[in-house]
């Protein structure tokens, strides 16, 4: 039982390339989350899903996109790379919200030069 | 929208000290309340929940945690720590005004000294 995955694990990026994080869960949740970690910041989510077709912006959206096309995978699309993007993405999926615990990927660290 | 505060950003224990890292919310009713505990390269593990009735609930890797609504904390504590423990742990509160998504704390990081 894999659980979350994510691809790749680390990336450097130029300022301006595009990228796509890679996140598969195998678990059938229909609730899925895209997290952007900083030192002393905690985890802040950037986009969620609560299905297939169904994608809303989190508390820090900006720079970002997603899609669900599938209740398998969520896509985390970076357009145009900035400085401000360096980070470790974290992906999660849950069965609900509010109660369900959170499953978590071991994390993407992009940084973007 | 609800907070997370974790007051100490680093705490260093010896190894077999006990353990207890603070956690204070802003909600007005009962929140659902967690902590997670992050090991190096790793994504978070839930470590214990907690939504109603005993204010002391139990975890994994026999950690516990106490709900106290009169100081809005959520304390973790552990009475041995073991040198595996050394981690970064995250509390975090379920948003009710924002769709039950968690608004995570600013994390603690454990160092254990041999």
């Known amino acids: 039982n894999a659980g979350v995955t994510q691809t790749p694990k680390f990336r450097i990026l130029k300022i301006g390339q595009s990228m796509t994080l890679q996140c598969a869960q195998d678990?059938?949740?229909?609730?899925m989350y895209w997290y952007r970690q900083d030192p002393g910041m905690g985890l802040k989510l950037i986009y969620y899903?609560?299905?297939?077709?169904?994608?809303d912006k989190g508390e820090v959206p900006n720079g970002y996109n997603v899609s669900r096309s599938t209740t398998e995978d969520f896509p985390l699309r970076l357009e145009l790379a900035a400085p401000s993007q360096t980070s470790v993405y974290f992906c999660?999926?849950?069965?609900?919200?509010?109660?369900?615990?959170?499953?978590f990927g071991s994390g993407t660290q992009l940084s973007v030069l | 929208a609800q907070s997370v505060t974790q007051p100490d950003i680093h705490i260093t224990v010896s190894e077999g000290a006990s353990l207890e890292l603070r956690c204070n919310y802003s909600?007005?009713?009962?929140?659902?309340l967690f902590w997670y505990v992050q090991s190096p390269g790793q994504g978070l593990q839930l470590l214990l929940k907690?939504?109603?009735?005993?204010?002391l609930v139990q975890g994994i890797k026999g950690f516990e945690a106490e709900f106290k609504r009169s100081q809005s904390s959520f304390n973790l504590r552990k009475p041995s720590v073991h040198w595996s423990d050394a981690a970064e742990y995250f509390c975090?509160?379920?948003?009710?005004?924002?769709?039950?998504?968690?608004?995570f704390g600013a994390g603690t990081i454990l160092r254990v000294k041999s």
């Open positions: 907690y939504f109603s009735g005993d204010t």
């Open positions: 909600y007005g009713a009962t929140p659902y």
């Open positions: 975090a509160v379920a948003d009710m005004e924002y769709g039950n998504k968690l608004v």
């Open positions: 899903s609560v299905g297939a077709g169904i994608t």
């Open positions: 999660a999926s849950s069965l609900g919200q509010g109660r369900e615990k959170l499953f």
């Open positions: 678990m059938n949740h229909n609730y």
